[in-house]
């Protein structure tokens, strides 16, 4: 079965740091490409990183040099590690995978699969 399970959003001040998680079904290396986009009320989604299962990896300009993405295939787990969060990070969280090649600049509707999502929070 397939399906991505996030967690690990919370509110933080502005300069901290959270780490998400998304659980992937049946398998990290059952996608192709797994990644995250966000979506901030009354925002358009944003693609903000990806990566292939061959450990390319993809970021969205206002991320990069933040955010880090990464995998642990033998746990089957995706991650997000946040750092320098700002308020304009605060947004809903959406683990997504795919068994094609997809990127973090990829529009998130082309994504095959999607997590119910987590809320982070940062605070000025």
């Known amino acids: 079965q397939f399906y991505l399970v996030e967690s690990g959003g919370g509110s933080v001040q502005t300069g901290g740091s959270l780490r998400l998680s998304c659980l992937a079904s049946p398998s990290v290396n059952s996608y192709r490409s797994m990644g995250w986009f966000r979506q901030a009320p009354g925002q358009e989604r944003e693609g903000v990183a990806a990566?292939?299962?061959?450990?390319?990896?993809t970021y969205a300009d206002s991320v990069k040099g933040r955010f880090t993405i990464s995998k642990d295939t033998a746990k089957n787990f995706l991650y997000l590690q946040m750092n320098s969060l700002k308020p304009e990070d605060t947004a809903m969280y959406y683990c997504v995978a795919d068994e094609g090649a997809l990127y973090a600049f990829t529009p998130p509707s082309l994504w095959n699969h999607r997590g119910q999502g987590t809320q982070v929070s940062v605070s000025p």
């Open positions: 990566i292939e299962r061959d450990g390319s990896i």
